[in-house]
């Protein structure tokens, strides 16, 4: 059954599966990318392998930092990600639910100030991201307000924004 764009089935058979075994819940995800060298062509590309195919995804600095501009910037990407995970998990939720959404639109904003990463001084380059969740359905508001709040807490994107997270960096 799907709703909301959500495979019911799958993603119930999914929380039995992680029920039973804590370790199917582990799933590792690897982005690798290659810097262009050459003038005028984008900066950096990836081939992201997903279950039904790959795709090439490009980024590329504004020219203001020495890009070309003519791809988005990575941190339009970053915003991307969160925005595209926080509405797969508010549908989903939703979907577990049984409600049905008629509208869903997400945005994610924030400021950047890039005099750090300029080297200039030591404020902080980004203060606050916001979402924006537009949602049409003929659930009540007190229902979506309680999906806003679950995707928030269980949003894998939310919740790199917002705790502490360890990084490692390794160079060969």
Not at 134 to 158: F, T, W, Y
Request: proline share 4%; charged share 30%.
């Amino acid at each position: 059954m799907k709703l909301n764009n959500i495979n019911l089935d799958k993603s119930k058979a999914f929380v039995e599966e992680v029920k039973k075994d804590k370790s199917k819940a582990i799933k590792v995800k690897r982005v690798e990318g290659v810097w262009n060298f050459e003038e005028g062509k984008i900066q950096f590309a990836s081939t992201l392998e997903h279950t039904n195919g790959s795709t090439i995804v490009e980024a590329d600095g504004p020219p203001f930092m020495g890009g070309s501009g003519i791809k988005p910037d990575p941190v339009q990407y970053c915003l991307f990600g969160l925005a595209a995970c926080f509405a797969q998990t508010f549908a989903s939720i939703a979907a577990e639910k049984g409600i049905e959404l008629d509208k869903l639109i997400v945005a994610a904003e924030n400021k950047v100030n890039l005099s750090r990463a300029l080297g200039l001084d030591n404020e902080p380059i980004v203060e606050k991201v916001k979402l924006f969740v537009e949602v049409l359905s003929k659930a009540e508001k007190e229902r979506l307000k309680e999906i806003e709040e679950l995707a928030k807490q269980r949003c894998p994107g939310v919740y790199c924004l917002t705790n502490p997270i360890k990084l490692d960096i390794e160079i060969k």
